[in-house]
């Protein structure tokens, strides 16, 4: 393997500018679901830059509507129960699956606009320093700006 000699801060460099330079948005969380790394397209897919995202819960991150709806935080709202990305990040965490991934259905209020997504996503534990992580992969958004009449999860 071609990385055998490489050092922890060169591989590091590696992983940060494959993560930058791919199109899928990438955001990291840490075992409290709180954004630890995000990508520039992230912050394209969420509109939002990185130094307001940096160590906030990643429902907020991902501007889900329905922490608007019910005033509570992610991870404390009903919603979140049926959250298949806070389901994949808890599996990850807690070590039942190395790697998952899934499909969900939201409105996001993005910009202070209310968008309506269909994420179909991929995540997977690493370990940084003897800490669980977890790696959310978008693969792909499919997105109604103009939304009427469509509904979202059922709870």
């Known amino acids: 393997m071609i990385f055998n000699n490489a050092s922890k801060e060169e591989l590091n460099q590696l992983l940060l500018r494959w993560m930058d330079n ?12 709180n954004v630890v790394y995000l990508n520039k397209p992230f912050e394209n897919f969420t509109q939002i830059k990185y130094p307001k ?3 906030i819960n990643f429902g907020r991150a991902l501007g889900c509507r329905y ?8 991870g404390n709202n009903y919603y979140c129960e049926i959250c298949s990305i806070r389901e994949a990040i808890k599996s990850n965490i ?3 699956l190395l790697e998952s ?3 969900f259905v939201r409105d996001f209020n993005l910009d ?3 968008v309506f997504r269909h994420i179909i996503f991929k995540s997977f534990r690493v370990q940084f320093a003897g800490s669980p992580y977890v790696v959310v992969i978008i693969n792909q958004s499919e997105t109604d ?5 469509i509904e979202t ?3």
């Open 101 to 103: 991934g899934g499909n």
């Open 53 to 55: 995202l940096s160590g």
């Open 67 to 74: 922490l608007d709806k019910d005033n509570q935080d992610c």
């Open 94 to 96: 807690s070590g039942r």
């Open 112 to 114: 202070d606009e209310i």
């Open 153 to 155: 999860e059922s709870v």
């Open 145 to 149: 700006l103009n939304h009427d009449n």
């Open 22 to 33: 791919t199109e899928e948005p990438i955001f990291i969380v840490d075992d409290k679901f």
